[in-house]
């Protein structure tokens, strides 16, 4: 059973960076896709970036393009989303999330039907 732990959330000042880490265990192989994703309060989830080991697809939301990069430590089995020039309106709880083995990510979309989820972590960005 896949399991995903998330750390790294915590409380900066708006131009600054966080790094995010999703730990993930249980796999099965070395194709998959892990996915970020955010929420706000009486805000919707959100997709916000991806990346796969399957093909190396990658995707941003808009608003993040340019100050977040995903990427990975395969020896670690770890996700890391790097958030740079952050703004108040990024604050959110962000969890990390896997699809099915052998995912893509989506072009427009991102991870398209996540089936494990981790715990989550509060990013608070102030103004």
């Known amino acids: 059973q896949v399991q995903l732990v998330e750390s790294g959330g915590g409380l900066v000042q708006s131009g600054g960076s966080l790094r995010l880490s999703c730990a993930a265990s249980g796999f099965t192989s070395d194709n998959y896709a892990i996915g970020w994703f955010r929420q706000a309060p009486g805000k919707e989830r959100e997709g916000v970036s991806c990346?796969?080991?399957?093909?190396?697809?990658?995707y941003y939301l808009d608003s993040v393009k340019g100050r977040f990069t995903i990427f990975r430590d395969k020896a670690k089995n770890t996700v890391y989303l790097q958030m740079n020039m952050l703004k108040p309106e990024d604050t959110a709880v962000y969890y990390c999330a896997t699809d099915l083995p052998f995912s893509s990510c989506l072009k427009d979309y991102g991870l398209a039907s996540p089936v494990a989820w981790g715990q989550g972590t509060q990013v608070t960005v102030s103004s």
């Open positions: 990346f796969s080991t399957v093909d190396g697809s990658t």
